[in-house]
């Protein structure tokens, strides 16, 4: 397989057969909110694990038919270790995005008070959405990371002494665990939302709404000035709007990146192939990573010229030229 192809085996489960969603638990974390958006347990396998690589792993292996991971939240930013999963190995495409409004508590073992709390545990991006909540009511106290909010606070309702007196989790998940919320709403922007993807091997892809997103991951040109323009370039001359643009390190040597880049539109979009066409003329690695719904079922302004029909009229005019049925050159 070359650098920009991708396979097109079948995906899911087989007729009949319950699908099995894995997800970054244990149970209670944000990351089951946004699966219960897709499927309910009555449903579905759902298999919680620990860290997204494992989630995303599970697919690959046939495992699971889908995972359910963060990737990016309003306040933090992108999560790393999605980014960084999904664009290396064994290909995987993004079918859904889902949105989830966090608001996190403080929550303890039942007794505890608030001036006793000096360390907190809970999962890094979530730490990151509360500091300055923590500075303010707590001063200056300890993080002790966790691989989830929900893992923080299963820790603390075990028997065994965990090093941390309270967990920032959702307030679901203070009740499964049995913890007492000591503060609600903790949080340094009240609005915060995190992205959740539904990730499958290659197969099937959800067709066109008219308010789509396209996900991709591009490596540049090696010492090439003006290599990031022309790629960027790729879109705005066809129209088409980037959502995300955020650049990883490739890991082999200092100064490498990718791009992973969602831009506007689906692949069955006259704009969105001609950006794809242009981008594997210009850039060595495009990793074609799924077209899917848009949660917020936002549709794109279109710059006049860019729509299907501007394409397809533009398309039939050089065909009239050549005087065949040959297709034309990439518009
Ligand atoms: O720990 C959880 O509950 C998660 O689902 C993970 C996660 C994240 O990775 O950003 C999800 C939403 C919140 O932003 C905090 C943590």
Redesign the pocket.
Known sequence: MTAHETTTEPTGPAPGDRPRYAY?GPE?????S?LLQVTGPDRADLVPCTD?VTALEMVRGGDADYAVV?IE?SV?GG?NATLDAISAGDPLVIVREML?P?TFTLSARPGTRLEDVRRIS??P??WA?CRTWITTHLGDVVHVP??????AAALLSSDEPQGFEAAL??AL?AGEYGLEVLATEVADNPN?V?R?ILVARPGDMPGPTGADKTTLMVHLPDNEAGALLRMLEQFSTRGVNLSRIESRPIGDSLGRYSFSIDAEGHVADERVQAALLGLHRVCPIVRFMGSYPRADGVRPTLRPGTSDADFRAARRWVVGLLGTDEAPAEG
């Not at 966790?146 to 893992?151: D, E, G, I």
Request: proline share 3%.
């Open positions: 970054l209670g974390t944000f990351t089951e946004a997204v963060p939240n933090e999560v989830v966090i809970t999962h991006h979530a959405q966790a691989t989830s909010t929900a893992a989790c959702s998940s915060a995190t959740f």
